[in-house]
């Protein structure tokens, strides 16, 4: 199964996204960390759990303590990456962050804020992850 | 007949006194003074003659008792005459038997039974005169020989025909090397050292005649005369000979291709020389000017003997010319500075001059001036020192600190900047390498250190780096440093020249900038992130309420949410505004 998690220190942001995200049949109820760190040890200690979990994280970028880059370098050291699958969520129409992004093997797109119908739609559609909405 | 005068001295060798006194009759009948001497043996004839010596005639019977043969007799008695004639009185009628005598030696021969007082008297003295003129004769010839063998020069007789050699002098033996045997049995043209068609030709054309030629000669030890032959007809011995003076020349001609080769090496030196060589009078006029003047100056040397030899000289030369001649006198020899001198073409080239005072050797008698064109030297020297004076310049116009780096010897040369730019001053300078490096900062120093070896070990010949320099005060200053290296002929670098700039202000400038660039980047990121993020919430918030209006709970914690995310995005402008504002 995919479980959908949501990384932002915004309230309104964590709430936009969570709308979005169940209005449009990505989750049906996403789990939502104000903090990184907090959202990486949740990652991590589902996968003693449970195996073989598939995790879809919007990741923001600019957080207080661990930012979005720091999570993504703690998530690249780790054996199962190829089970988290990262759409990096940000404010930012910086350019630079973009390309940086691309150098991670977890982050599978790129969303500027505020997320739109078409993202999550195409959302849906990424590779590595369509096979968990096609309808059976 | 008349009586002869003066005593005469006569031995009468004669046995006979019937004889004997008949011819002291015929004798004293001619003769007042007369001594008269008898020897009647041969022996007691020999005893006389070997006693006295002064006998003017001898008188000779060849009937002696103690000799039988008279040939014996003959030429015993003629041994012993002492150069007086012999006259033979003979019984013998056979005429043959007198001349046969008279080949051995004996002046005249008498037959006893035709004697008279007349022709026995006329005998006498006919015979004393012919050998008186026999001694002349002889004494001539003898002196003659003695001036053939004894003379200095060489000579020799030849055969006219065949140019054997007849006889030869103790000169020519002694030249040629050859023994008068030797000598005897060569032709002249054994001493030939070349083709002899030549000589022969002279030969035969003056057959008859003196002739005078130039020959080549060898002599036996192969080395090579030059002989003037001056050679003579005569009659030798009863041939036709010629009688030749061989004047050795080698010597002369030796000495003649010497003086030859030293004048033309004198011509060589003073015609072609590079020199400009010049016999000054006491009054400064040229007595003579080398033809190499044409060459150098382009003047002929007859349009300048005779002229002043200060006429040509630069007016503003003269005077210091003048200073240095004064001393002429004093000094043998004196350099005078170099002056110009108006060329033939009215250029004007500058000569260094060297004067010898030669005015008391009588072959020169003036003054040598020895000139060399240094025009060439002279516009070089003016070339350096113009680019020595433009190297000042430049070291004292621009602000950069010129420094002269000698690899081998480890010293540096600091143009004066290095106390305007650093404070250094020159005395207290340590100019070494090391001391240079121990300035640069530490921070800069192995940067710099590495850069410098890309000079010495892989040829690099420019250098452009920048670094900070410490001043004599401790602060650094930055410093863009442009260096060149000079290699010598074999291509290793041997000298740095570096123009170190003050670039302290610049670096300042770049660093404001970095630093105004630095809070623009800022400023950007701010927008991207602190300004979008409230932006981007009220983008979401009003997409939520246009689209998911039913799925929505509290439309009105929505509103405040924007209201709220509003504020916040006029806060974060504001806060951009100010930073903005703020001074760089």
Known sequence: ?136 | MRKSSGELKILVIEDNPGDFILIEDYLSEEHNALELQRAETFKSAKEILQASSNFDTILLDLSLPDINDTEILVKEILALSNAAPVVVLTGYTDKDYGAKTLSWGVSDYLLKDEINASNLSKSIHYSMERKKVQRQLYESEEKYRTLFDSSPLPMWVLDRHSLEFLSVNQAAIKLYGYSREEFLQMTVRDLWAEEGDRIEKVVEENFHDLFTVKVKHFTKGGDTLYIDVQSNPILFGGREARVTLAHNVTEKLKAEEKLKHSQQRFKALVQDGSDLIKILDENFYYAYVSPSSKNILGIKPENLEGRDAFELIHLDDRAKIQEQIQYLGKKKTIQLPSYRYRDGNGEWRWLETIISDLRHDPAVNGLVANSRDITKFKLQEKQLRESLERYDIVAKATSDLITDYNIEKDVFQYSNAIYDIFGYSQNELRASKKWWQEQIHPDDRLRVVEATNAIYERGQKLLSIEYRFQCSDGDYKYVLDRSYVITDDSGNPSRIIGSIQDITERRKYINAIERSNERLREIAWTQSHVVRAPLARIMGLIDLLKNQRNNLDNIEEIIDNILNSSKELDKVIRKITNKTEEEF
């Not at chain 1, 195996?51 to 994280?57: G, V």
């Open chain 1, 1 to 136: 199964m995919l479980e959908v998690i949501i990384v932002d220190d915004d309230q309104i942001v964590v709430f936009i996204q969570k709308k979005m995200v169940t209005n449009h049949e990505i989750a049906i109820n996403p789990i939502s960390f104000h903090d990184a760190a907090a959202a990486l040890d949740y990652i991590i200690g589902e996968k003693q759990g449970k195996q073989r979990k598939n995790f879809l994280i919007l990741l923001d970028i600019n957080m207080p303590n661990m930012n979005g880059w720091d999570f993504l370098d703690c998530l690249e050291n780790h054996e199962e990456k190829s089970n988290y699958h990262v759409i990096m969520v940000t404010s930012s129409i910086d350019n630079k962050d973009k390309k940086k992004a691309k150098k991670y093997s977890t982050v599978r797109s790129f969303i500027e804020k505020p997320i739109s119908t078409s993202d999550c739609e195409k959302i849906k559609e990424i590779s590595e992850i369509s096979h968990f909405f096609e309808r059976v």
